[in-house]
T-cell receptor, first 108, second 114 residues
């Protein structure tokens, strides 16, 4: 079962930062936090992942709290093409279990 | 990351028939996974397919309905048997090379049962 909870939906103005929160209070010490997104029912696309430290790549930044019980995905300058469902996932054993995700709508 | 090819990309099938979905990976991987995504829903893990052993099914999924083959380290098939309209979904395969790298997903097979 999914170990994460996310808001169902969010809006963000184009060009502004989109901050997507995720709670994972039962995460274990060696479990990674992953973020994926899915556009128009295509296959999920990898965005970023992290274990303890904050991470940044060309797509986004991932901020993980010190107690690791929550994280935030930051899209620094949202565009209309970032409209998608965003999934925060914590691995369970060898498996990924998807939660319900956050439907992000970027508004012109 | 791996490149995953799924076939067919979409199909419309008659109820009572079966469809086999193929998943080809361009690299050898130990673990492959099959997911189902029903209309408007999130992804649900069906089973884990490991080469050389039987697939491990998640609660609510059975081998008779979703038989899986894994003949080698780059290929797997999922069959949806005795289909009904409730099986209309997107079926996706995915692989992982290590949890430091995350999962890679195929583009999915969109199945409609009429």
């Amino acid at each position: 079962d999914a170990k994460t909870t996310q808001p169902t939906s969010m809006d963000c103005a184009e060009g502004r930062a989109a901050n997507l929160p995720c709670n994972h209070s039962t995460i274990s010490g060696n479990e990674y936090v992953y973020w994926y997104r899915q556009i128009h029912s295509q296959g999920p696309q990898y965005i970023i992942h992290g274990l303890k430290n904050n991470e940044t790549n060309e797509m986004a930044s991932l901020i993980i709290t010190e107690d690791r019980k929550s994280s935030t995905l930051i899209l620094p300058h949202a565009t209309l093409r970032d409209t998608a469902v965003y999934y925060c996932i914590v691995q369970t054993g060898n498996q990924f279990y998807f939660g319900t995700g956050t439907s992000l709508t970027v508004i012109p | 990351s791996a490149v995953i090819s799924q076939k067919p990309s979409r199909d419309i099938c008659q109820r009572g028939t079966s469809l086999t979905i193929q998943c080809q990976v361009d690299s050898q991987v130990t673990m492959m996974f099959w997911y189902r995504q029903q209309p408007g829903q999130s992804l649900t893990l069906i089973a884990t397919a490991n080469q050389g052993s039987e697939a491990t099914y998640e609660s609510g999924f059975v081998i008779d309905k979703f038989p899986i083959s894994r003949p080698n380290l780059t290929f797997s098939t999922l069959t949806v048997s005795n289909m009904s309209p409730e099986d209309s979904s997107i079926y996706l395969c995915s692989v992982v090379f290590g949890f430091a790298y995350g999962y890679t997903f195929g583009s999915g097979t969109r199945l409609t049962v009429v």
